[in-house]
């Protein structure tokens, strides 16, 4: 049995940008692990979205449901279309996880564009504040979780995990618009956390440092559909992986265990963090 496992998580868990081989895969199948037994998963890219889902059906058969709902999470009418589904078929939601993010264009603010600007901020603040609107507006409305912990009952109402960046903590070049669209849901996090509390819902950010995904890595992207545009540009990071003390890159799966953490009682009185998990790379 891993870490993972011994965590137990009932209740429904939504993770956006569930599809391919990074965080929020490995997020959504921590997830199941952990013993959550009503799953709702959310990408932009179709295939891989679907390559998730019949992986962790065959991986847990019908103690697992899952809806499984591509989509573009920059768009309002596929928010409210998620969202319906989800209070539909669940009729609650007690973890969010906001993953879904693209890396940008990897340019100066003189050499960026406002397309570039919308693109980026579209999905990973904009996005992130839109899916976050709608988890507080189903977890304020619904009964609160008692889980047994130390010392006691630990109450909650819901707990939301946002994706933020090393990078929404610290600057790099050539990623004006892609650090301020991370410090962005930073901020976000913050506010909503303060806002949230008496309703018993925390909300916390987890802010990962060179994750070895389809972001970082150009051989782990999926084949793009025929006229699908790439969303992402391959970066040289080798120079940043070395600035961490640790001088590695992380794994998603090393990601998902603190958001496992997060989401859980055992985070009952983390609240409005920004929980960096880098390697050491802010620190040098």
């Not at 109402?157 to 650090?179: E, F, H, K, M, T």
């Not at 509390?197 to 990962?208: E, K, M, T």
Request: with cysteine; glycine share 10%; charged share 20%.
């Amino acid at each position: 049995m891993t870490a993972l496992a011994q965590t137990d998580l009932p209740g429904v868990a939504l993770v956006t940008g569930a599809g391919g081989t990074g965080i929020g895969a490995a997020v959504a199948r921590a997830f199941a692990q952990a013993g959550c037994t009503k799953l709702v998963i959310t990408d932009f890219n179709v295939n891989t979205l679907a390559d998730i889902t019949q992986s962790l059906q065959a991986s847990h058969g019908p103690s697992l449901t899952i809806l499984s709902v591509p989509g573009d999470i920059s768009s309002p009418p596929f928010i409210d279309d998620l969202f319906a589904q989800i209070q539909g078929t669940f009729g609650r939601l007690d973890y969010a996880v906001n993953c879904a993010g693209i890396s940008g264009n990897n340019a100066s603010s003189d050499l960026s564009s406002v397309e570039d600007f919308d693109r980026i901020n579209g999905v990973n603040y904009r996005g992130v504040w839109m899916c976050s609107k709608k988890e507080l507006e189903i977890m304020k409305k619904q009964d609160i979780l008692e889980r047994e912990g130390f010392g006691g009952v630990r109450k909650q109402r819901g707990s939301i995990v946002n994706i933020a960046s090393q990078l929404g903590v610290v600057g790099r070049s050539d990623a004006p618009i892609y650090c301020a669209s991370k410090s962005a849901v930073i901020g976000l996090t913050r506010c909503d956390a303060i806002d949230a509390s008496p309703h018993l819902i925390r909300v916390n950010a987890v802010c990962p440092g060179i994750i070895r995904t389809a972001m970082t890595d150009h051989s782990l992207r999926p084949p793009l559909a025929e006229g699908e545009k790439d969303m992402q540009k391959p970066m040289e990071l080798t120079k940043e992986i070395n600035i961490a003390p640790m001088g590695r890159m992380g794994t998603p799966e090393e990601i998902a265990d603190v958001v496992l953490f997060l989401v859980s009682e055992k985070a009952s009185f983390v609240q409005g963090a920004a929980w960096v998990a880098d390697g050491g790379y802010t620190i040098n």
